[in-house]
């Protein structure tokens, strides 16, 4: 498994993140957390997942979609 890192700025936005939804839910905002940083492991261990969007950036990055499941 190919580790992974954020950067300061991803860190303190994924803890703002965190903080919104916990103002309402803090089951919720660690159920968000968690799936944040198990999409992150995921592409992490294939980089190539998704695809490209040529007709939104001519960056080369690629698109993948993430669902978090919602457990009440």
């Not at 309402?24 to 261990?45: P, S, W, Y």
């Not at 294939?46 to 001519?58: E, I, K, M, N």
Request: charged share 20%.
């Amino acid at each position: 498994m190919s580790p992974y890192r954020l950067t300061p700025k991803a860190r303190a936005d994924l803890l703002s993140i965190w903080s919104y939804i916990a103002l309402d839910n803090i089951a919720a905002a660690d159920r968000v957390e968690r799936a944040i940083h198990d999409a992150c492991a995921f592409l992490a261990q294939s980089p190539l997942r998704g695809h490209s969007r040529q007709d939104l950036t001519p960056l080369p990055i690629r698109i993948w979609q993430s669902r978090a499941t919602r457990t009440m």
